[in-house]
């Protein structure tokens, strides 16, 4: 089992910045299991869409809609940061960290709770 919190979230100014961090805990060898971590936003009456993600290995993915503003970052095995940078009003969701463990073949997501992000015009 993995725990997740986020913190960071808040009010901004249409370019601006803010930056998030997920911290997870829970047992050792769960969190040695972990894979992949990222961040995922559902704004009001949308789906839950992924914004970047980032591998054990370093691979990283972003959605294009944040490409160039947006900076994905695991600064350790429990730690995944997202700077976000030249917020735009369109960037206002809940953010939610995700993590992926994998224990032999089987895989487990787990969710925090989500930090709310607000970016006025």
């Known amino acids: 089992q993995v725990q997740l919190v986020e913190s960071g979230g808040g009010l901004v100014q249409a370019g601006g910045s803010l930056r998030l961090s997920c911290a997870a805990s829970?047992?050792?060898?769960?969190?040695?299991?972990?894979?992949?971590m990222g961040w995922y936003r559902q704004a009001p009456g949308k789906q839950r869409d992924l914004v970047a993600t980032?591998?054990?290995?370093?691979?990283i993915e972003y959605a294009d809609s944040v490409k160039g503003r947006f900076t994905i970052s695991r600064d350790n095995v429990k730690m995944v940061s997202l700077q976000m940078n030249s917020l735009k009003p369109e960037d206002t969701a809940v953010y939610y960290c995700?993590?992926?463990?994998?224990?032999?073949?089987?895989?487990?997501?787990?969710w925090g709770q989500g930090t709310q992000v607000i970016v006025s015009s």
């Open positions: 980032i591998t054990s290995d370093g691979i």
């Open positions: 995700k993590a992926r463990t994998r224990i032999f073949a089987a895989e487990s997501d787990y």
């Open positions: 829970g047992r050792i060898f769960s969190i040695n299991s972990i894979n992949n």
